[in-house]
């Protein structure tokens, strides 16, 4: 199917980056979201990013931004915009309630080769598209923040979806730019929560809540936590605001619900969520981001509670549940996918000899935390999953 009109419905963080990367991929894009105000917020942070792109000569074929914001239509209804689509790419907030009634608007007004796809970074794409009336055509498209930026999509098979959904969705993920080098796609064989890569970090989420409360507990301060764990791209403070405090508090919420209830979000987490602290997007979450993104005082000194072994144990653990799950079937995809969602080493290959040594710190995780979660899982144990490439 030649796919030339795409729809985003949501313009929030995601939704505008996917459809800057969808109009900058040469297609048609209709912005769908409930306010005039969010559409027009959307709209300015695309024109704004394709400008900087046209200022640095890195727009393909010589066109301008205005080229490419000619392609860029608004609309505050669903079931308008929806006519004359080819995909739709549903990035509205992570409630699954208010993800059905999208699908299910969309399915009603959309023609009958348009495909549906959710950008859920947790839900059930199976359920999402229950009430669309094209199961077989609703499938998961997950981007990762910030879209043009970060190389992974990943394409998730609902239990509904047919192989020529989702044969559409991967040739389109492959179609879209990314600013830093070539996507990455991957297929998540299994509507599981998470799919790949949040599911494999997921459980650090765990963790993590058990170093926020600890922290606070203990008045500690977030320099003092994030110089613990310096080395990756991001700080673990400023990563949790980058994302959203809203996003990390509903996904553990979803987690607790589906995988164990040792996801419920931890009381730090909490309490910024119901203060409204949802990080970067409204200037304060752990931090103020009101002068653009925080920088860590490197001269705070170090808690000493948050410890780098822990999460790459419990990563091991997940990938491997991962595989048992028959979510995907080799763990270099693991590895990858990791590298391109989030710019961080995979948990797999560093550990085929070592898995011996993860069970124990998983053993001595379970004891400090006391949460059951951490135990090994089989596949781990058995040491099976090395041959899983
Ligand atoms: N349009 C045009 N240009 C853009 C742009 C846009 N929309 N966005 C960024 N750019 C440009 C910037 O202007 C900048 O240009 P210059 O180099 O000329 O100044 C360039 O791209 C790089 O931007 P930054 O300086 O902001 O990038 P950085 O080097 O600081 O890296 C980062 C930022 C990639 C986000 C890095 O910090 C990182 O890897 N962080 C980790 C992010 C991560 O883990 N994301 C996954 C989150 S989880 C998730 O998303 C899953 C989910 O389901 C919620």
Known sequence: ???????????????????????????????????????????????????????????????????????????LDLSLAIKDADLMIEAVIEKMDVKKQVFETAGNHAPDHCILASNTSTMSITEIGENSGRP????????????????????????????ESIKIGMDFARSIPCLRGKRYIAEV????????????TAPVQIYQNYVFDKCAEEGYSWDQLDNDSRGGPMSMTILADYVGID????????????????????????????????????????RDWSKGRPQVDKSAGKARIYKLKYPIAIMLNE???????????????????????????????????????????????????????????????????????
């Open 1 to 75: 199917m030649d796919i030339k009109n795409v729809v985003v419905v949501g313009a929030g963080q995601m939704g505008h980056g996917i459809a800057q990367m969808s109009l900058l991929g040469g297609y048609n894009v209709t912005l769908v979201d409930i306010k005039e105000e969010f559409l027009n917020n959307g709209r300015n942070k695309i024109e704004e990013g394709m400008k900087k792109l046209e200022s640095k000569g890195q727009l393909p074929n010589n066109k301008t931004a205005a080229d490419f914001m000619k392609n860029c239509r608004t609309s």
């Open 136 to 163: 077989d055509k609703c499938i998961g498209m997950h981007f990762f923040n910030p879209v043009p930026l970060m190389r992974l999509i990943e394409v998730i098979h609902s239990q509904d979806s047919s192989e």
């Open 189 to 200: 064989l299994k509507d599981k929560p998470g799919f790949i890569c949040n599911r494999v």
């Open 247 to 286: 996003v990390l508090y509903h996904g553990q919420m979803y987690y607790a619900k589906t995988l164990s209830p040792d996801f419920a979000p931890g009381k730090v987490i909490t309490q910024l969520y119901n203060e409204g602290k949802l990080g970067a997007k409204t200037g304060q979450g752990f």
């Open 319 to 389: 990938g491997c549940r991962v595989l048992e799950e028959g979510i995907t079937n080799s763990w270099k995809v693991i590895d990858d996918t990791l590298m391109a969602g989030m710019n961080m080493p995979g948990p797999m290959a560093p550990n085929v000899k070592t898995y011996p040594k993860q069970i124990e710190v998983l053993k001595e995780l379970v004891e400090l935390t006391g949460k059951k979660y951490f135990e090994p899982c089989e596949l781990l144990r058995s040491g099976k999953w090395v041959d899983m490439k």
